[in-house]
């Protein structure tokens, strides 16, 4: 490393022609731009340094150091100068961690929200459903099961026998067959039933279970 202790003026000499119109050009804000133009400043508080473009390839001795230099530099397993984050990338960087932070919540949560995270494991800041769906997917609508945890009815279980929830009556209900029939779904994995064709199925099974609360209270 050169140490320069006495010299008055340095003059540095490039091939770039657009790196020098770069700097020189008042309206390029571009962040590797700014950062030459600071260090200059600096540079130029201590002494005179002065910049000086030269054609390439013509003979120079220390342009062909320099540009062995740059060569060998695109060979080096690691970037060594690192640039700004602009504010969209950042944005959709921080965006990332909070949804892996609430995908891990609800991955990892035991006791919230299980049913549901069978159906959709995966978070998402889009709606994908709403209402009866909701209702369906979520497990907190007109289910026995549901309704007697706050002391709503006299059972928590289905007409059929079988406990009331919603699970129950997408997967094994004899009272819903003809409708989860038409499912396609593998009852293994509830996931699956998130699909286009099954929407209106699971509708239309949403409103046939809210019809049964009246006569599972009465009875």
Not at 61 to 83: C, F, I
Not at 131 to 140: A, I, K
Request: proline share 5%.
């Amino acid at each position: 490393m050169l140490t320069l202790t006495t010299t008055k003026r340095v003059n540095v000499y490039s091939d770039s022609r657009s790196a020098l119109q770069s700097l020189a050009d008042p309206m390029n804000t571009h962040p590797l731009v700014g950062e030459v133009r600071r260090l200059l400043k600096r540079a130029r508080s201590e002494r005179g340094v002065f910049l000086h473009w030269v054609k390439a390839h013509v003979g120079y001795l220390g342009n062909e150091l320099a540009d062995a230099e740059a060569k060998a530099a695109t060979d080096s397993p690691s970037v060594s100068v690192e640039l700004p984050v602009s504010s969209s990338r950042f944005k959709c960087k921080l965006r990332c961690i909070i949804i892996q932070a609430w995908q891990d919540h609800w991955d990892f949560s035991p006791d919230k929200g299980r049913f549901t995270h069978s159906i959709i494991p995966k978070v998402s800041l889009k709606t994908h459903f709403w209402g009866e769906m909701v209702e369906l997917f979520t497990g907190h609508g007109r289910f026995p099961a549901h309704m007697y945890r706050f002391g709503i009815g006299d059972d928590d279980r289905c007409a059929c026998g079988a406990a009331g929830d919603a699970k129950h009556y997408i997967v094994s209900c004899p009272l819903t067959m003809n409708l989860r029939t038409r499912l396609r779904f593998n009852p293994l994995d509830l996931s699956s039933v998130v699909r286009e064709c099954n929407l209106p199925i699971l509708g239309e099974l949403s409103r046939r279970v809210r019809s049964f609360l009246p006569y599972l209270q009465r009875s």
